[in-house]
């Protein structure tokens, strides 16, 4: 039976009193839906909404809306499960609980502490907007520690260009190494810092070394476009944003100042001996390009946990003091570990030199980080009305992500079922049309017309690819090749899908200016392949669509369980900002402003539920 929707009866309810009783002045808030004991009040589906990429979004905000509240509704349903099976009591949910409320703590005494003190002149928006009229090109080298990039503006200097300064530090190896980043600058889209610097460039001007992010960059103008047909209408249009935009800056400035003088009295040792040892443990878990520690199973931040840590050495000193702190308290190689795990700082994983400077680096975020949250909770934030719907959001994200994989775990595919999903969709396993030939590949044009008299005179072929055929991959095969599909072969392709099997071609110029002598041996026409060919892509794909079937049912199950219902008055005069785009919170730039709504597209008996006419 379908689920007929409920419109609350209430327009405004107390959306605080379903978060933990200890949360201090809950507002007042419209929920948008419900889910059991779990609400969705207005200001986290508007977080969710609005920062969250979607997919198959129309041009109706409402259907958008609509669509999206159902799927975060499932979210909810499978949270409300996972809280009655008791899943909070698992470490990792506790350490990741933690963490997120430490975050909204940190973000709830920036607002307390910093923002209300913030103050932008019409002067710098009139300056942020002149800037923003201009477009640099910029060359652009990074460094992992200041003093190489020192020593490379030494050189510069001195006469070396960047190509051979690239060259000689070999930095930047993501791209070749006779080419230097070009990158497009614009105001208000880099690093404050790199921004300053190069906006104070002449042509072909080479930049003192710039700290950025605990990277150091040197940049080389190397050209720029103005604007120069502006009006005061073109101002008072992009002031708004040129504002936020100074506003975010100068937040993020007031930001550091605070955390600067809430350090002055902190300090802490890490010995270099622990730091090396644990640094050493965790490239075997990380893609580091040039660690020699090798890993088959190789974790991403968010992943590595104690567990995974059980058989390494790692595991036997997890109770080993880490960092000592002047007040007295420590952190474990155990406790590093748990926190790291959770982080939302970034780590490097281009060279082992850069992992563990980043390390380095991240270590002393997370210290600061957890400063900042201790002098939150000292001044009762985590009692917030913010904090705790923050946190339950958070969790609740959390939570209907692992209880689905309790499930799918269970879940296998026979092979009938396999053969089941294949004969229903074949058209799904198409191969190419596909040629095997025999061939003779030279170099001279009167050689290859040669050969190919030869050939069709009666002479044997194989015996003939023996002494001319220059083609590496069938040398040793008298010029037979395996299958190929005819458009990978070019220019010889064309002409040999239109001959018959054991029918002559050639002489067919190549791309590369040889010369094409060949047989055709054997053609399949494109279409489905057999079941054998595609096995175990067959397999994959029906155990996925197996899986989220059974999901599918299981939350079907839950909405009977679970009461769901949808305010539609409050969906229907809701107001969004259809953004539509991924968000990172300001003061974790490893972290979306709020978790993202995993879309439900596919979970059509969930969809047909809530598909009645609104009542």
């Known amino acids: 039976m379908k689920k007929k929707i409920e419109a609350l009866n209430f327009l405004v309810i107390m959306a605080g009193f379903l978060i933990v009783t200890t949360c201090s002045k809950p507002e007042q808030e419209p929920i948008v839906a419900q889910a059991g004991k779990t609400t969705i009040p207005l200001s986290e589906f508007r977080e969710r909404y609005e920062f969250t990429p979607h997919v198959m979004m129309t041009k109706d905000a409402q259907r958008n809306r609509r669509q999206v509240l159902i799927s975060l509704l499932g979210e909810k349903v499978l949270a409300e499960e996972a809280y009655h099976r008791n899943l909070t009591k698992d470490e990792k949910f506790k350490t990741y609980s933690e963490q997120m409320e430490k975050e909204a703590i940190v973000e709830a005494l920036f607002e307390k502490e910093v923002a209300d003190k913030i103050q932008i002149s019409d002067e710098e928006v009139k300056q942020g907007f002149m800037l923003s009229q201009s477009e640099l090109d910029v060359q652009v080298l990074s460094f992992d520690k200041i003093e190489q990039a020192w020593e490379a503006k030494k050189q510069i200097d001195a006469g070396k260009s960047l190509h051979q300064v690239k060259r000689e530090f070999q930095t930047d190896t993501f791209i070749s190494a006779d080419s230097v980043l070009l990158l497009q600058m614009k105001w208000g889209e ?56 100074i506003l975010q800056r100068k937040r993020a400035a007031m930001f550091t100042d605070f955390m600067s003088s809430l350090m002055a009295d902190k300090q802490v040792k890490v010995s270099r001996e622990v730091f090396n040892f644990v640094a050493g443990e965790l490239e075997k878990f990380y893609p580091i390009e040039d660690s020699s520690a090798t890993s088959k199973n190789i974790e991403s931040a968010q992943e590595i946990s104690l567990d995974s840590l059980a058989n390494k050495n790692l595991a036997d000193h997890l109770n080993d003091p880490f960092a000592r702190f002047n007040d007295g308290s420590i952190w474990t190689v155990g406790e590093f570990i748990k926190k790291l795990s959770v982080s939302p700082f970034r780590l490097s994983y281009k060279s082992s030199q850069s992992f563990r400077n980043s390390l380095s680096h991240v270590i002393r975020r997370m210290i600061e980080f957890e400063s900042l949250a201790q002098k939150g909770r000292e001044a009762g934030l985590q009692n917030s009305y913010y904090v705790c719907y923050q946190k339950k959001m958070w969790e609740d994200a959390y939570l209907a992500q692992q209880l689905p ?211």
Do not use: C
């Open 190 to 245: 880099s690093h404050p810092n790199i921004e300053q610097a190069a906006f104070r460039l002449k042509q072909n001007e080479v930049s003192d070394p710039i700290e950025a992010d605990g990277i150091s960059f040197i940049i080389k103008l190397v050209g720029k476009r103005t604007n120069v047909l502006i009006t005061e209408a073109d101002y008072f249009r992009e002031a708004p944003a040129i504002r936020k935009k």
């Open 405 to 615: 994989q309790t499930i799918i775990d269970t879940v296998s595919i026979s092979d009938e079922e396999a053969h089941y999903f294949y004969n229903h969709n074949k058209n799904n396993y198409t191969g190419p049309e596909m040629i095997k030939l025999q061939e003779i590949l030279v170099n001279d044009e009167a050689l290859a017309a040669q050969i190919f008299r030869r050939i069709k005179a009666g002479e044997d072929m194989s015996k003939l690819a023996r002494k001319y055929n220059k083609r590496e991959i069938s040398l040793n095969s008298n010029g037979v090749m395996g299958y190929f599909s005819t458009s990978a072969l070019g220019k010889i392709g064309e002409v040999a899908r239109n001959l018959k099997i054991n029918e002559i071609g050639g002489p067919v110029k190549t791309e590369k200016n040889q010369f094409s002598i060949f047989k055709v041996l054997d053609l399949k026409t494109a279409g489905p392949l057999s079941f054998e060919e595609v096995r175990q892509e067959v397999i994959r794909d029906a155990l996925t669509d197996k899986r989220l079937r059974v999901i599918d049912q299981f939350m079907v199950k839950l909405a009977d369980k679970y009461d769901t219902k949808i305010n539609q008055s409050v969906l229907d005069t809701l107001k969004t900002t259809d953004i539509n785009m991924m968000v990172m919170k300001q003061h974790f730039p490893n972290r979306t402003a709020a978790p993202l709504v995993m879309p439900l597209n596919q979970s059509y008996q969930w969809q047909n539920l809530f598909s009645d006419e609104r009542k």
